[in-house]
């Protein structure tokens, strides 16, 4: 195997479960390999606001200089996007490598498909010599792959109700599992402004340098600019965030926490701050792609983000119609991210993601229709078409939301790519 989408079928087939928690077979592959990273790692755990949170801690380091391995999931268009070094890429030839290392040093272990790419995008970091990695958990924390190495600092940016047949079904069983990528005596930030009591008795427990939002450190927002207010340091006068929501402002704030915390190892400067803030993107946050009437991507899929982005819609009105594209994966709590946003929209477009673990439309439709009120609500077979039928409909005025997946988000930026 040569190429990088013959790997990734592969890797798709290589372990019995696409999800199978536990760091046993990623440890004995990780000492295989001989990882072992003298570098700084940050993990970033949460429900929600970790890509985010990736984002700031990545274009704030490389503002000042630093040479940044950052690890994330999922991808949107490309399995590329996963891995980059110095804001770069990795390239097929890159990916290809590093995973020829990983199954060569396996032998008998069998991996998943993240728990493969973990070790792979380390290994990279590793040989191209990175001064601070900056690792996404993929889901929970306790048992991610990526907490198969320990966290110089870690945050936790939220603690929600998702993947409850994995994490649990209430916030103190997920707040639990998110707080495993705690280490003793080390840095530990809280970004959630009502963490359950599990996450911070294991804290506790183990003796974490626990730093807690609105306690040892906070964001102060004034008219064009914040101040961030820690523990040792203040920052004033900061930009506010470019990415759209009234959220990004703590996921901003925790990064900080993050880099005040690291200071002695990796000091940052208040110019690369502000540089960071005023540069840091991620594609499918509240993401503008067209004016009149305006088409805005979210790939919100849990009630927390749903509540939230309601949020971010009620404080940006506009003078037509909100109207929704939204497609969902069967594991989710449709209901609860429906109800969250029913009462911002106007026009409902129901769609099937083009995933396994989709959704159908029709089920969605029928989970909606209790709460959607007068709007009224329509079914499409896919993404696209439910786009395009939105889009008939629109006026200038009005704006047309596409959310509810990853997957959703991706086939209209796939879509938009091919038209370009």
Sequence with gaps: MTTL??????????????????????????????????????????????????????????????????????????????????????????????????????????????????????????????????????????????????????????????????????????????????????????????????????????????????????????????????????????????????????????ALAVLEALHARLPVSEAAICKGLASAYLPGRFQRIAQAPEVILDVAHNPEAARALAATLHAQPVLGRTIAVVGMLADKDAMGVLAALSGEIDAWWICTPASPRARDAAELAAILRPHAGSAPVRVEPDVVLALAKARSTAHEGDRILVFGSFYTVAAVLDYAATKQ
């Design 5 to 254: 989408e013959a790997w990734l079928a592969r890797l798709e087939q290589l372990h019995p479960s696409t999800i199978d928690l536990g760091l046993d077979r990623v440890r004995r592959v990780r000492d295989a390999l001989g990882l072992e990273p003298d570098f700084p790692v940050i993990i970033v755990g949460g429900t929600n606001g970790k890509g985010s949170t990736c984002a700031y801690l990545e274009a704030i380091l490389q503002a000042d200089g630093y040479k940044t391995g950052l690890y994330t999931s999922p991808h949107l268009l490309r399995y590329n996007e996963r891995v980059r070094i110095a804001g770069r890429e990795s390239d097929d030839v890159e990916l290809v490598r590093a995973f020829v290392r990983v199954d060569a040093a396996r032998g008998d272990t069998s991996l998943t498909y993240f728990e493969f790419g973990t070790l792979g995008a380390m290994a990279q970091f590793i040989d191209a010599g990175i001064d601070v990695a900056i690792l996404e958990v993929g889901l929970g924390g306790r048992l991610d792959a990526v907490n198969v190495f320990d966290a110089d600092a870690a945050i936790v940016t939220s603690v929600d109700l998702d993947h409850m047949d994995y994490l649990g079904d209430t916030r103190e069983k997920i707040g639990f599992e998110k707080a495993g990528i705690y280490r003793a005596g080390r840095p530990a930030i809280c970004a959630e402004p009502d963490p359950p009591e599990s996450l911070l008795e294991h804290a506790r427990n183990i003796e974490a340098d626990l730093r807690r939002l609105n306690r040892d450190f906070s964001a102060l927002r004034a008219t064009g600019h914040w101040t961030y207010e820690g523990r040792d340091m203040t920052w004033p006068a900061l930009p506010l965030p470019v990415m759209a929501g009234a959220y990004q402002l703590r996921n901003a704030a925790g």
